[in-house]
């Protein structure tokens, strides 16, 4: 069971400004890779979905600019397609790494570009690699709610969403998702199960929504993972016996705004599509997740 109530400070640990690391003492990077799991533990319908949907438009070069632990990289490359993934978090990063590392013998791992950037920087940061563009940049398990709004009006996240504007190509996609924040803060409540992978291991979230004159501004979200179902060898790794708990905090994208911003970034020549939970809006009453598909414009002003 979920629970809701309002906090009066920042987690321990977050940065003042920029795209923190919030996994950064590492604790929370180990718990996280073993709660997600590996390819296998991703849900059929999201594989299905964003396969599907980039193979059906032919996409064949995907910029994944919230890889963590590259799971997401790992099965699109193993779908032959060719990905460049970034991630704020070296200690997330560094799970990709030695898969990349492990499996170099294959072209498609062998060729894995793989970098640390700040969406805030990403097309100054990776200009070099982005060349005429990707066919699609993927932001998806609630990551970009990462960025929080440091200046109250949102210009990180509207200059990121250019950045990842400008790495699309003409006629390329975005896909980027967040949690329903305003079912969230209506009813104070996290769903705890995700939409993104079969974990073995059960949670319970707790949350916490901070308001800053009247205005929800940070969501916290304290995971209970329980491990007791891991094997010794994965317990020791995090020095766990049962429980593991760690925060993450979020800003809370209201949906009308999002797709404001998304609009602003892309303009109104774009094509946007929204779905709920890998569904079309009108077959789900209250999704968990919303999914933004953005076409870039084809046309060069």
């Not at 604790?27 to 999201?46: E, M």
């Not at 032959?80 to 790494?97: H, I, N, P, Q, R």
């Not at 949906?255 to 609009?263: A, H, I």
Request: aromatic share 10%.
């Amino acid at each position: 069971m979920a629970e809701s109530n309002s906090i009066t400070t920042r987690s321990l640990g977050t940065a003042s400004e920029g795209i923190k690391d919030q996994y950064a003492d590492g604790k929370a990077a180990k718990v996280w890779q073993i709660f997600i799991g590996d390819k296998k533990s991703r849900t059929q319908n999201y594989k299905n979905f964003l396969v599907g949907l980039l193979k059906q438009r032919g996409c064949k070069r995907i910029l994944d600019v919230a890889c963590g632990t590259g799971i997401d990289s790992i099965m699109l490359l193993e779908e032959g397609f060719e990905v460049v993934s970034v991630d704020a978090s070296d200690k997330m990063l560094k799970y990709a790494l030695k898969e990349r590392w492990n499996r170099r013998k294959e072209a498609a791992f062998d060729k894995w570009i793989i970098e640390e950037a700040n969406w805030v920087n990403l097309y100054d940061d990776i200009e070099d690699v982005v060349g005429n563009g990707f066919d699609a940049v993927i932001c998806l398990g609630n990551s970009f709610a990462h960025l929080l709004d440091n200046f109250g009006d949102q210009r990180e996240q509207v200059k990121a969403l250019m950045n990842f504007e400008k790495c699309v190509k003409p006629g390329g996609l975005l896909l980027i998702d967040h949690r329903n924040y305003d079912d969230i803060m209506d009813t104070g409540r996290t769903a705890s199960k995700c939409i993104y992978y079969n974990s073995q291991h059960t949670t319970d979230i707790k949350t916490s929504v901070l308001y800053v004159g009247g205005r929800p501004v940070l969501v916290t979200l304290d995971y209970l993972i329980d491990i007791s179902s891991a094997d010794d060898e994965k317990r020791d790794y995090i020095n766990e016996d049962s429980i593991s708990e760690f925060r993450l905090s979020y800003y809370p994208h209201r949906l009308k705004v999002f797709k404001e911003m998304l609009r602003k970034s892309f303009g109104e020549n774009a094509e946007f599509k929204l779905y709920g939970d890998f569904k079309p809006l009108n077959e789900i009453d209250v999704p968990d997740f919303y999914i933004h598909v953005v076409e870039k414009s084809r046309t060069v002003f």
